[in-house]
């Protein structure tokens, strides 16, 4: 990978494996003093209204539920992969401010999805690894909790081993018939170019959608758009005719390595063709702590590069606005807040410093600043 300047740094191997796959693009971010930034109006918010006007739905973190303790739950998941031994030693460059804790633990899930609103993001997208995986087990108290709080869930669908664009698709009338009548669902009525519908309809992102057969992933979204779980389907690419090819309604990035400078053409392809557009914005990566091979850093530059990403999307006069990430502490890309921590032998990196803040308020550093570019951005 070509770092190109300061901003990424690669890491010889280690004997840790990737809890999944990783992006590959890297650049140096732009000037990110957002007091540069003229922001244009708007253009009309196409989701469904909250009952909080600060909360935007055009505004959608992804959302890690996979983690569980010993606790609350028997034992670690996710926080002690690759050998690593929680509570002090966990899987990832960072430390949480509520330590390594449950996704199942329904206190945390209401102070999460509150971190949410005080951010001003409306809406989640669960990462989901297939029926009956941990992550679809929690699904019945996080839309419990969802409902309480006023967010809006949407779905990250995951590759997990078998997945097929026939069984992706099933799994989404799958999940509509669980959670298809949830107040919680996100529901947006937005037409694109691949569906002309005027209804409103339940969100998916699809991850890595490349390793389908285009002709398979364009006859199933054809087969789903005539049926009563037609959705708007998002696809991960950094390229609009990525959805045109497969019939999708548009397309997300995810990449917290892309090149903020790239985001206007993809915005303005979309525009273009009538897709949605939901590019992300991420504050940094570092994924250390959890890979065998391509050990990355994308540095947060206390700051810097979040904004960088922010003021591309804005700039280009964007639709939606996806963030990377809430919670994917493996790969260093969270908000959620995460404090100064020591214990044997390792030292975390932490939010210290970050737009000049230190102590308690570091910690919700990144949340506080999504507050104000959601803000920003809803107009």
């Not at 796959?21 to 732009?30: D, G, N, Q, V, Y």
């Not at 329904?106 to 949410?116: G, K, S």
């Not at 990250?156 to 107040?183: C, F, N, R, W």
């Amino acid at each position: 990978m070509a770092a190109c300047g300061v901003s990424v740094t690669t890491y010889p191997a280690t004997d840790r494996p990737s809890p999944r796959a990783a992006t590959t693009s890297a650049s140096r971010p732009p000037s990110a003093d957002p007091t540069d930034l003229a922001t244009p109006s708007p253009p009309a918010d196409s989701a469904s209204p909250t009952a909080d006007p600060a909360v935007s739905e055009r505004v959608t973190a992804f959302f890690y539920p996979w983690y569980r303790n010993v606790s609350f739950d028997g034992a670690w998941v996710h926080w002690n992969q690759l050998k690593h031994s929680p509570p002090d030693d966990i899987a990832s460059s960072f430390y949480p401010v509520r330590g390594p804790y449950s996704s199942a633990d329904p206190a945390v899930m209401a102070d999460q999805l509150r971190e949410h609103v005080a951010a001003h993001v409306g809406v989640i997208s669960v990462s989901w690894w297939g029926q009956g995986s941990i992550e679809d087990k929690v699904l019945p108290g996080l839309f419990a909790a969802a409902a309480a709080a006023n967010i809006r869930i949407a779905f990250h669908l995951e590759p997990y081993q078998g997945q097929t664009a026939a069984s992706m698709v099933a799994d989404i009338h799958y999940l509509l018939g669980k959670y298809g009548s949830s107040p919680a669902l996100y529901r947006v009525a937005r037409p694109t170019a691949s569906d002309a519908s005027t209804a409103p309809r339940p969100v998916f992102y699809v991850f890595a959608a490349s390793r389908f057969a285009p002709a398979d992933l364009k006859a199933e979204l054809a087969a789903l758009r005539r049926t009563a779980d037609d959705a708007i389907v998002l696809v991960h690419s950094p390229k609009a005719v990525s959805a045109t090819r497969v019939g999708a309604d548009g397309v997300y990035t995810y990449d917290a390595m892309a090149d903020p400078a790239a985001l206007a053409s993809l915005v303005a392809d979309c525009r273009a063709a009538d897709l949605l557009c939901s590019p992300s914005v991420a504050p940094g990566f570092d994924n250390r702590q959890a890979v065998a091979t391509g050990q990355i850093v994308v540095d947060r530059a206390n700051g810097a590069r979040y904004d960088a990403m922010w003021q591309a999307v804005i700039g280009a006069g964007a639709e939606w606005v996806s963030v990377t990430t809430f919670n994917e502490w493996h790969e260093g890309t969270q908000i959620e807040p995460a404090r100064v921590y020591a214990a044997g032998g390792r030292t975390y990196l932490s939010f210290e410093g970050a737009y000049g803040k230190t102590g308690t308020a570091a910690e919700t550093a990144y949340l506080d600043r999504t507050a104000m570019w959601v803000t920003r951005f809803a107009g």
